[in-house]
């Protein structure tokens, strides 16, 4: 088996803002896994250096080490999974980078055991309503009413805004976007205290139900004093990258769990983040970095569907809504709603198949 790889920055239709970062294209590791009788499997991973200390750069690096390290002659999951133990110090400061990976892997795998990648990791397939989530980004009032317009007119009502610290900004736009359905706020570890997080909070207590990583992460002791002192859930992200951080969390505050494939370690690790998460009470929203590719998005309806009756939220499936072009065919996007275009045909693997551009990226 051989790994080709590429990263593929497709352009946006328009920047993305946010307390952390501003964007206008994709950043990716995209990765072929080539296998001996002509399948092949793809994945993808998104560095981000304010979520995991990734580069596009350190990625590629860190898979080129991995091939040296005998990661091609893995043959199944097992075998996966044993050489993953091996490596773990590795992966945990590299984990976008080793999701392309091992999705590739996995997909691999399950065409050729002739499988989708659920049946191959024995996930149950239900009649699960996927439904994308509206996502604000922390732009200019006019791309806010744009964005407010277009979403409510898809019908789309679950929503996560982008806050910026601006209070009056930010309750106005939490109170137009709480009227119209569930609202979450994201932070992006946006106050450097407690006390200036929950003086900002408090006023837009009845608007969202939770807060996403109002301060630096895993604060461990500062995230419970901020759910105790405003009644909002408290959202892990950068503070839930393996499965460790559960186990450090205060009481004193209802916590969920941000899980995103790429920000996780690959399927694997992320179907056992959520698993420990289940086992805490904890609900789980199944994240998505800004302009992944349908590869991941793919990924991400697997992990939302091992959450089970416990996912309270889905972001991803933007795909050419975002990109002006996809890695993949199909693109996986949402209609009416905000519901997932799944496809209900089993297809091996992911079901997905790289476009020319990206096949000949890779190498």
Known sequence: MKLRLASCPFPFRGSFEHASAVRD??????????????????GEGCPRSYVTGETVATAMAAIARWRQGGIEATSDVAA??????RNR??????PSAFAAV???LIDLFARQAGQTVE???GIEVSDIDLRTSAIYSAGSFAKFVVHAALFNLNGMRTAKLKVTGDGGRDRSRARLLSRFGPLRLDANNLWDSV????????????????????IASRDW???????????????LDESGTRIDDLAALHSGATYVLNARVSKQGGLLRTIAIINAARTRGMKVIIGAQVGETSILARAGIVAARAAGSDLVAFEGAFGTRLLVRDAVTPSIGFGYGGRVHLDRRPRAGLGLTPTAEVENACQ
Do not use: H
């Open 221 to 235: 002791k500062g995230l419970a004093a901020i759910g105790a002192a405003t009644g909002m859930s408290v959202i």
């Open 25 to 42: 294209r994709a950043e990716n590791v995209i990765v072929i896994a080539e296998g001996a009788a002509g399948q092949y499997g793809l």
């Open 102 to 104: 091992e999705i590739a």
């Open 195 to 214: 006390d200036a997080a929950i003086a900002a909070l408090r006023p837009l207590n009845g608007c969202a139900w939770a807060v996403e990583e109002p």
């Open 89 to 94: 110090a590795d992966i945990d400061v590299n």
């Open 80 to 85: 996966l999974t044993a050489w993953m133990e």
């Open 119 to 121: 049946q191959l990791l």
